[in-house]
């Protein structure tokens, strides 16, 4: 940043001594600033007039002004455009360069990048094409994307811009049988929240005519695709094309939409998935309150509980809300998500215990001395953990180890 005057920027790990402006949460409550630890990932701070020296660079390509070998015309390229994914050999323009995205905009493309931590959000996007910058920074942590289009709507005109002509051709029959059906997206902004896709972030995809809709669901259309040649789209007005269809190495049919990713999926096998894992759940929850009212019973009539067995269950029921609360106590300070503590290790140890305690569970089935019913309702919850179980496995939180990252 140096050569290029931009001598107040840089990556802050600790609150600097320079003047700082004071942060703020969604809700306008002080937040103070706190680094993420991330680098390029989230930790570049900046002045209004700085950006605008690194808006110039960057529309200008004055690579020369730091190191014309380094930030070289192929350089430059590479920072705006996706090489490596599935979408970009399939020729898409665009998409997720090196920290550095593609958007289509009031007729141009652009270029940039947004980024918040606690207390602060910002974005910046570039056009060579419009030659014109833009980079808005606010100390509350809210999208400051609407503050972008606003500016954009009041610097470019779109009467005067020249349309890019669209070449929409007629839809090959064997790309709509094969790519048809219902797609779960796979690139989630937040590992962390990754187990929620295939629950929310999910779509059909139908072809009728020479149109492809995106639908949810319900049958929402969300957005109309309109083919451009080599499975590339274009979505709804916009000129250039921002979807590809391809296939993986496995062979499996898969969606790239601007910078996300997605892949065809059995419709009745991930509901049937999702309903599993929801009445699985829901049945976890029914057995506490189930033993709550087995044992008060038991205290009424004054006769000792045979806790063994029915504990066991308990204490492995009672593990699931135990390590959703910690995980959210320990993710609810971004000072502290990365360190080792009470929740961090509670989110590292109560899956952990489900294992065991269902696997003994199971141990006890055949040993025990229950009526036949209660004996069906203890196989069938045990079952249901071992549902919990599964899904805790497929989302990467047996083992999870929040102090490692």
Not at 221 to 246: C, H, K, W
């Amino acid at each position: 940043m140096d050569p290029l005057g931009m001598t107040a920027s840089g990556f802050y790990f600790k609150k600097p001594e320079k003047p700082f402006v004071q942060g703020y949460d969604p809700f306008l409550k002080p937040a103070p600033y706190v680094s993420i630890k991330g680098g390029p990932a989230g930790d570049f701070c900046s002045n209004a007039e700085e950006m605008a020296v690194f808006l110039q660079f960057m529309l200008n390509r004055s690579g020369h002004l730091v190191d014309s070998t380094a930030f070289s015309e192929t350089a430059f390229a590479r920072v705006e455009n996706a090489q490596t994914t599935l979408a970009a050999r399939q020729g898409l323009p665009g998409g997720y360069g090196l920290g550095n995205f593609s958007v289509y905009q009031k007729g141009h493309v652009f270029h940039g990048h947004n980024g918040a931590i606690e207390g602060f959000s910002a974005r910046y996007i570039y056009s060579r094409e419009a030659d014109l910058g833009i980079a808005v920074a606010v100390n509350r942590l809210k999208n400051p994307t609407p503050i972008v289009e606003l500016i954009l709507e009041e610097l470019i005109d779109e009467s005067g811009s020249v349309a890019i002509p669209r070449k929409p051709t007629p839809i090959p029959a064997t790309l709509i049988n094969e790519f048809s059906g219902f797609y779960v997206f796979r690139n989630p902004r937040q590992q962390l929240k990754a187990f929620l896709s295939g629950f929310t972030e999910n779509f059909y995809l139908e072809f009728k005519g020479n149109k492809g809709y995106f639908k949810d669901v319900f049958g929402g259309v969300r957005d109309s695709i309109y083919y451009a040649g080599n499975g590339l789209f274009y979505r709804n007005s916009q000129e250039v094309p921002t979807v590809a269809l391809m296939k993986t190495e496995a062979g499996k049919m898969a969606v790239g939409i601007k910078r996300n990713y997605a892949e065809k999926e059995s419709f009745l096998l991930r509901m049937g998935y999702n309903v599993a894992v929801l009445l699985s759940i829901a049945m976890l929850f029914v057995y506490l309150v189930y033993f709550g009212i087995w044992l008060m019973v038991q205290l009424i009539k004054k006769k000792k509980p045979r806790l063994l067995d029915r504990g066991l269950l308990l204490l492995g029921c009672l593990a699931f809300p135990g390590w959703f609360f910690s995980l959210g106590s320990a993710l609810s300070n971004r000072a502290t998500a990365g360190e080792f503590g009470i929740w961090s290790l509670f989110v590292y140890l109560l899956p952990i215990l489900m294992v065991f305690l269902l696997v003994f569970a199971g141990y006890r089935i055949p040993k025990m001395q229950e009526k036949p019913s209660f004996k069906k309702y203890y196989i069938i919850t045990s079952m249901c953990l071992l549902v919990v179980v599964i899904f805790l496995l497929n989302s990467g939180f047996i083992g999870l180890q929040l102090w490692s990252y």
